[in-house]
């Protein structure tokens, strides 16, 4: 009977980490972040972490995310809006009482929103000097020779050439 009990505990334990591991966070992340911080805070090189505590660390803030999240959910609700906003998390943290890191989220928020710009500018940047890499680009003819494809400016004229040729050679009919 023992071992009955004893195989269901362990079936259960397997169930709840297979669940904790697929929604939990990624554990490279997680350890890289427990590992990054504890070396600030210690003056030894090599901390090494068993599997347990890993996973203690990653539930722990899983868990932290659902209960913010829930709590700027409760925020958002409450102001009769759909999404959530930074602002619901900065007041969610004060409310769930972890006022000390609205400064440093906010911090990281301002970092994470320049390099977005940058990057969204340098990715329309390159997106335009693609668009006119590709007018430049040679184009069969159809006669089985290249010729280089015309600019947007070039189609008008002579789009605007071959109506006037046209007119004329109505004119003379």
């Given amino acids: 009977m023992a071992e009955i009990e004893k195989e269901e505990?362990?079936?259960v334990v397997a169930a709840a980490t297979v669940q904790i591991d697929q929604e939990g966070l990624p554990k490279?992340?997680?350890?890289?972040?427990v590992k990054e911080k504890?070396?600030?805070?210690?003056?030894?090189t090599d901390i090494s972490l068993l599997r347990d505590s890993l996973l203690a660390f990653?539930?722990?803030?899983?868990?932290?995310?659902?209960?913010l999240s829930a709590t700027a959910n409760d925020i958002c609700k409450e102001?009769?809006?759909?999404?959530?906003?930074?602002?619901?998390v900065f007041k969610a943290l004060e409310e769930i009482e972890f006022p000390e890191l609205i400064e440093p989220l906010k911090a990281s928020l301002e970092v994470f929103r320049e390099?977005?710009?940058?990057?969204?500018?340098?990715?329309a940047k390159s997106t335009e000097s693609n668009k006119k890499?590709?007018?430049?680009?040679?184009?069969?003819?159809g006669?089985?020779?290249?010729?280089?494809?015309?600019?947007d400016n070039e189609n008008e004229d002579t789009q605007a050439g071959e109506e006037i040729n046209e007119v004329e050679d109505g004119a003379d009919d």
């Fill in 9 to 11: 505990k362990e079936k």
């Fill in 28 to 33: 490279t992340i997680v350890r890289r972040l």
């Fill in 38 to 44: 504890l070396s600030q805070l210690s003056t030894d």
């Fill in 58 to 67: 990653s539930e722990s803030a899983r868990l932290f995310i659902h209960y």
């Fill in 79 to 88: 102001s009769k809006r759909q999404t959530i906003n930074a602002e619901d």
């Fill in 115 to 123: 390099k977005n710009s940058k990057r969204k500018s340098a990715s």
């Fill in 133 to 141: 890499a590709k007018l430049k680009e040679p184009v069969e003819n």
């Fill in 143 to 151: 006669k089985g020779k290249m010729k280089e494809q015309p600019s």
